[in-house]
């Protein structure tokens, strides 16, 4: 990994087109500010695992789900969590 | 109003038990509205039924029946995203629902995402996928043994 060292007000670019500027440096965190292209996604790390999580979580739930959680064959229908009262 | 639901068939809600997230989750940006829906027979689970894609529907538990003493901490982004004043602390189960999505991979331990729980604001309806500041539970943490769901 490459390890640079930036005040705040300096710059680091990729490629040409993504440009990371550090804003503002506190004692525990970093203010960072990204400018890319529309196409490239920018993302926190948590987010991207969080992405990956849903996915999987998802589809760990798909298709016809297992009797034990309530399927079909249970019966009974299944009713909202929140109540009817007015939002 | 009649929504189709990924299991159970066409099931009648009333408008005012759905929810959005005006950003969606990450993942499924275009999914906004879904309806938690439980199903009698398994009280304590929680069904997020996607209200723009059928099929799509995340199994998902309140965070205290996954830990007695998880406490909820928001992002002053996530806090803002639901509207809330800048400092205001809301009161799980009084304020918000907050709830961890379940992964069950097979043949693996189902696990709860600690780390990102989704937060309903009960007044307004408006949720939120609200990924921890902290870094003190994860997105995969075990369910501890005995737990209410018998996978």
Not at chain 1, 38 to 44: D, E, N
Not at chain 2, 70 to 98: C, I, K, N, Q, R
Not at chain 2, 102 to 110: D, H, I, M, P, T
Not at chain 2, 112 to 141: F, H, K, M, T
């Amino acid at each position: 990994m490459l390890v640079i060292r930036r005040h705040p007000g300096e710059t680091i670019l990729i490629g040409g087109e993504i440009e990371i500027e550090v804003i503002e440096c506190g004692r525990n965190r970093v203010k960072l500010g990204v400018r890319a292209p529309q196409h490239i996604p920018v993302m926190r790390g948590e987010v991207k695992a969080t992405r990956e999580q849903n996915l999987e979580a998802a589809r760990s739930i798909a298709g016809d789900l297992p009797e034990s959680l309530g399927g079909p064959s249970r019966g009974g229908a299944v009713v909202p969590l929140l109540g009817g009262e007015p939002a | 109003m009649t929504c189709p639901t990924a299991h159970w068939g066409p099931t009648t809600v009333d408008p005012s038990s759905t929810i959005e997230f005006p950003e969606g989750l990450p993942g499924f940006e275009a999914c906004r509205r879904f309806v938690p829906l439980q199903h009698p027979g398994r009280a304590g689970l929680v069904f997020l039924q996607s209200l723009d894609q059928v099929d799509l529907c995340f199994l998902a538990l309140p965070v205290a029946a996954v830990r007695p003493d998880y406490s909820l901490a928001l992002s002053a982004d996530d806090a803002a995203m639901l509207g809330f004043a800048e400092g205001f602390h809301p009161e799980l189960g009084a304020d918000v629902l907050a709830l961890a999505i379940l992964c069950l991979a097979e043949g693996q331990a189902a696990t709860a995402n600690l780390l990102a729980p989704v937060v309903i604001d009960i007044r307004s309806r408006r949720a939120v996928q609200a990924i921890r500041p902290d870094r003190r539970y994860g997105c995969r943490e075990p369910l501890a043994v005995g737990e209410a769901v018998c996978l």
